[in-house]
């Protein structure tokens, strides 16, 4: 595949240099949340670790661009299939941790296959609204098969099990389907539809996981469980008032009370050291990094640009809502990673490749005019 | 690729303006939910919170519920709750917690004073909840880590509830006794909710009734000071304590019992059998389970698990022994249900029974004569049983014997129970893979060979034959009540079955057991009172064969291979309230050994328990026994 010289000299810069802030922020704060870990000696710091991810994200990152999207989304169930491939390896194979089984060891390295999903999702749906005429809303029939491609991944995600990520997967999906257009009355069925089968989510849950939603409903009833995390994260993020404690000089995280300080809670560290003004910029780069991401695929020239670039968007925004969400306590914890900026591999790697695909639709929308 | 473009482009991207509009707009939406969540926590509610993180330190703790109580059912306390002191750590608060208890050991060695705890300093996942490392400390150790507190961060004492059984061993096996959780118990469906620590029931009620007397933790999220005291409670779930049990037992006719027992080892169950309750159980040689309150230290359990005497089991409920003659009450309700013999037949004993090439004898080798089967009742003949087994054959034998509630478990709330065995040509075959001899079907009818019963058992053959034939579940529960005293659930008597009996056999049974007391030639009469209401039964199982020329020296023989004594009674006769059974391991003969002990307890039970005067009034058989 020959890269266009056009193509390659309009690269968005915007997308990458946003996104290295992002991640350059998020290794000085890594720097910060493992500084007092006691005990966890030897081995590379996670910090170190990272700044690797983002080399390995960045490689990825370019592999994403340099292939025509088109060809990307023609092979979308391919990919797609691969993927759901590596979920059944994880059920048969994988690793357990903290009771769900998750991760996947290739040689050394593991990864999480459920991560790599969020893409080859949006992208089968892609192939799938692509193969469709365009332009005619979704009506309840025609959503079977997107329904069915849904369902495959997040089914055996929630198998692991990993309810937060499954929901992740389902919103997604609601979002590309949404954007994609639905008929008036089928979404009026299905609303009514979704809110009554709701509940019904409650049966198939684990224990673990009522008792999250139900800590987080009330965190005050575990006082010495999920609820002691979201007090101390509460705690944690408050007291860095306006300005801040200052880098290094979090006591939250000093005395240990954070809980996954370098995965999920990293943005408390975070708002604990750098205050009000420091999240509101974090937050403004992460908006703009979205606005952008939209700014790509409104100019993209045709449906499968639009909606590829959306959707890697709508992935990264998700994972900042949900993440920051449960982290103040808005939203119950489910273990969605913030994007680039918490401790992980798999994440990183992914969601660079996200950033390299909505890159991909800028660069070629020049192409595609001829 | 450009006719595929054309094709895809036939929807103008402009029609897209719309839902980018509002994407943005909820885009922007949500970061300002997150934008307002922060405003209101880090400016309005900011300098809050950061007092909160700076100045005091965060304790969580557990608040462990109270076991539920057990009662007897005259309201006496059998197991309540007592205070004890526990030295722990907070892993979190101690920096390095190594350090800090070495500390403290040292501290020790400076008062001569040793550390208790465990050598391996295991911190577990959740460091923000404090572990115990000694348990049960003494107030010298409590006054010096109290007083040295600034050196030793993150110790901190703990109090704790733990078990007091106000009788001691005498009910230790009934009421069991509790411990911390064990790995592999942990792993267990049962105990899913349980946490490492956490202490459960491990035998007897304890453990059969645990999930009612567990109660549930609650905890506390306190925010200290440097000094570690208490400035803020910041959240609490108090503790649910446990429900209260309430059991069917008799705290004062147990120790009636227990003192009544004077052999070694064995067991005395005295059951009510208008309803199956259980009404003193004991088992001996026993143990004090308040050893067990806060572990056990292991130079105990070790003198205690190696001691061939068993002082841990329950041999109410877990040893079998062979029913001996006490078994001839079901060969004959087999032979009279089954129109073998009538109450007027009569066998000749003469002290033999050849059978093929072996001769089996009656335990009075000169032999009875002829008897009725009142008589061999009441003198106990064995020649006569043979004859009667032989022609009912094992399996007819079995099925009575099944009836009676023998070889099954009777489902008591007590762990540990053994099912007994009752042999059938089908079980030796299926076992042993050997066919049944006919000899074999000798040995059983007179309640020896492979027949096993507990003395739990044991109790209810005699307690369903003096009640008229209602065989009933075992009854030790009575109610559950709340801490407060409200009735949760309460628990009635169970029938289970009907004895295949006529009531006029029951009858001829009942009163030849009255014989055994009460006539000149009955084996039962050390059990006999001046009222002359007590029906009974003798039973000497024989541990070993031995020749018959040693029989005669009891005290000669080795402690090992001496008979069991066995006695069950029922008083009073016509309508008993109680039913007692007694087995003496190695005690010798059941009317010598077994019977005087009985005796001993059915006359404080009838001297202090007299009869409710609900009961005449109401039940049909108190009433009709009122009429002329």
């Known amino acids: ?370 | 690729m450009p006719s595929r473009s054309s094709k895809l482009n036939k929807k103008d991207p402009s029609d897209f303006k719309m839902r980018f509009i509002v994407a943005g707009f909820i885009m922007f939406f949500a970061f300002t939910i997150l934008g307002g969540r922060l405003w209101y926590l880090q400016v309005i509610k900011g300098d809050e919170l950061r007092e909160r993180s700076e100045n005091n330190r965060i304790r969580s703790q557990e608040i462990r519920p109270l076991r539920g109580l057990i009662i007897d059912s005259r309201g006496m306390i059998l197991v309540d709750n007592i205070a004890s002191f526990d030295i722990a750590i907070i892993p979190s608060e101690a920096k390095d917690p190594a350090f800090v208890v070495s500390e403290l050991k040292r501290l020790y060695e400076g008062r001569n004073l040793s550390y208790a705890g465990s050598p391996t300093l295991d911190l577990g996942r959740r460091r923000f909840l404090p572990l115990s490392l000694e348990r049960d400390v003494a107030w010298e150790k409590l006054a010096l880590v109290e007083a040295s507190s600034a050196m030793l961060p993150g110790i901190v004492v703990d109090v704790v509830p733990v078990r007091n059984y106000t009788m001691g061993p005498v009910m230790a096996h009934v009421l069991g006794y509790v411990g911390e959780i064990s790995p592999a118990e942990l792993r267990h469906p049962q105990y899913r909710d349980h946490r490492p620590g956490a202490i459960i029931g491990k035998s007897g009620i304890e453990r059969a009734v645990d999930h009612l007397l567990m109660g549930k933790s609650g905890g506390e999220q306190v925010e200290v000071n440097v000094a570690g005291q208490k400035l803020n409670v910041l959240a609490m779930v108090d503790a649910v304590p446990g429900s209260n049990v309430v059991t069917t037992l008799d705290g004062e006719l147990q120790q009636v019992c227990w003192e009544a027992f004077d052999g070694d080892a064995g067991s005395i169950v005295v059951m009510n059998p208008r309803d199956g309750s259980i009404l003193a159980m004991v088992s001996k040689p026993s143990f004090d389970p308040n050893l067990f309150n806060r572990g056990i230290k292991f130079r105990d359990w070790e003198a205690f698990s190696s001691d061939r005497m068993a002082p841990f089991k329950n041999r109410s409920v877990a040893s079998l022994y062979p029913p001996a003659s006490l078994f001839k009450l079901v060969v004959a309700a087999a032979a009279l249900d089954q129109g073998l013999i009538s109450a007027e037949d009569t066998i000749v004993c003469r002290g033999t029974f050849p059978f093929g090439d072996r001769t089996f004898r009656c335990w009075r080798r000169e032999g009875h004569g002829a008897l009725n089967l009142r008589q061999a009742i009441v003198q106990s003949c064995d020649v006569f049983f043979y004859t009667l087994g032989l022609q009912l054959g094992v399996d007819t034998i079995a099925e009575y014997a099944r009836a009676f509630g023998l070889g099954s478990l009777t489902g008591i709330e007590i762990a540990g129970e053994k099912e007994g065995l009752v042999p059938t040509r089908g079980w030796k075959l299926q076992q042993l893979r050997e066919p049944w001899q006919q000899g074999e079907t000798v040995s059983v009818s007179i309640g020896q060979g492979f027949l096993g019963a507990t003395p739990l058992q044991l109790v209810r053959v005699f307690a369903s034959l003096s009640n008229g034939g209602m065989l009933y579940k075992p009854r030790i529960l009575d109610r559950i009540e709340s801490p407060q005293g409200d009735l949760i659930e309460s628990f009635p008597a169970e029938p289970i079955g009907r004895l295949p009996l006529s009531a006029e056999h029951i009858k001829l049974l009942n009163s030849a057991m009255w014989g055994v007391v009460n006539e000149p030639r009955g084996t039962g009469r050390a059990a006999h009172r001046k009222e002359r209401d007590v029906c009974g039964k003798t039973g000497t199982a024989q541990v070993v064969s031995m020749p018959d020329d040693d029989k005669s020296k009891e005290s000669e023989i080795p402690y090992r291979f001496r008979d069991h004594a066995l006695f069950a009674c029922s008083v009073p006769c016509e309508d008993p309230r109680i039913t007692v059974l007694v087995v003496v391991e190695h005690g010798g003969h059941g009317g010598s050994a077994a019977a005087p002990i009985a005796k001993k307890v059915v006359d404080w039970y009838m001297k202090n328990r007299p009869e409710d005067p609900a009961y005449a009034i109401f039940s049909d058989k108190g009433s009709m026994e009122k009429q002329p």
């Open chain 1, 1 to 370: 595949m020959k890269i266009d010289r056009r193509g390659l000299s309009n690269i968005d810069w915007v997308l990458p240099v946003l996104v290295l802030l992002i991640c350059a922020i998020g290794i000085t704060n890594l720097y910060s949340a493992g500084a007092n870990l006691i005990g966890v000696g030897g081995g590379t710091a996670p910090w170190i670790k990272q700044v690797y991810w983002v080399g390995l994200g960045l490689v990825a990152m370019l592999a994403c661009l340099a292939v025509d999207y088109r060809l990307i989304i023609r092979f979308g169930y391919i990919l797609y299939g691969i993927s759901v491939l590596l979920l059944l390896a994880v059920l048969i194979y994988g690793d357990m941790t903290h009771g769900s089984q998750r991760w996947l060891a290739v040689g050394g390295f593991s990864f999480q296959p459920s991560e790599l999903v969020k893409l080859t999702l949006v992208i089968a749906l892609i192939k799938y609204v692509d193969d469709r005429n365009v332009g005619t809303s979704f009506t309840i029939p025609a959503l079977l098969i997107p329904f069915i491609i849904l369902m495959i991944p997040a089914f055996m995600i929630l198998k692991q099990p990993d309810l937060g990520t499954a929901f992740f997967l389902v919103l997604i999906f609601i979002s590309i389907i949404l954007f994609a257009g639905i008929e008036r009355r089928s979404f009026i069925k299905l609303s009514i539809a979704g809110m009554s089968v709701l509940p019904g989510l409650w049966f198939i849950m684990k224990d673990y996981q009522k008792n999250r939603l139900v800590t987080f409903l009330n965190p005050e009833r575990d006082p010495l469980g999920t609820g002691y995390h979201i007090i101390q994260s509460i705690i944690a993020v408050g007291s860095g008032g306006l300005l801040g404690k200052g880098y290094l000089k979090g006591t939250q995280s000093q005395l240990k009370f954070l809980p996954e300080q370098q995965t999920d809670f990293v943005f408390s560290v975070f708002a604990e050291e750098w205050g009000f003004l420091g999240v509101l910029i974090l937050l403004i780069l992460f908006f703009s990094l979205i606005l952008w991401g939209f700014h790509v695929a409104r100019r993209a020239r045709e449906f499968s640009g639009v909606l590829l670039a959306y959707g890697m968007t709508m992935i990264i925004f998700w994972g900042v809502f949900i993440n920051v969400g449960m982290v103040l306590g808005i939203l119950p914890v489910v273990g969605i990673p913030l994007p680039f900026m918490s401790y992980g591999g798999s994440c990183m790697v992914v969601l660079m490749m996200a950033v390299g695909l909505i890159m991909n639709v800028s660069m070629r929308r020049f192409v595609l005019q001829s």
